[in-house]
């Protein structure tokens, strides 16, 4: 039989992971469908700007990105969409801006087609 100490321990890590499952599904969704939010524009070498509008759209652009000068840049739009914890990896590691992306992305993803 457990002891009520640990079916209290048990509910409150249920709890926990609930919430953890929650706030990434808010994240997930505030990066996959940034609504009222402005896009991050991607300068190109022809003098025009490719418009990001959510995660996705980020991801499929990676190829575009030069050598991490936009992490900067990638960082401060990606906070203003809510994900300040990839901003500050950002700012951290600017040479690791794809892998960080790419790695965000494939977290973020699962949580945002659960929405659906």
């Known amino acids: 039989m457990s002891s009520r100490a640990e079916v209290e321990k048990k509910r409150r890590t249920v709890k926990r992971i609930k919430e953890q499952k ?21 300068p190109q070498g022809d003098g025009g700007n490719i418009a990001l509008r959510n995660l996705r759209e980020l991801r499929e652009n990676l190829g575009a990105l030069s050598r991490g000068d936009e992490a900067h840049w990638l960082a ?12 500050a990896r950002l700012r951290a590691q600017p040479e690791k801006l794809k892998e960080i992306i790419k790695e965000r992305y494939n977290e973020l993803s699962e949580f945002y087609s659960q929405n659906k």
């Open 76 to 87: 401060s739009w990606l906070e203003y969409l809510g994900d300040t914890e990839v901003a």
């Open 22 to 42: 929650e706030a990434m599904s808010r994240l997930s969704a505030s990066l996959f469908e940034p609504m009222g939010k402005n896009p991050y524009y991607l």
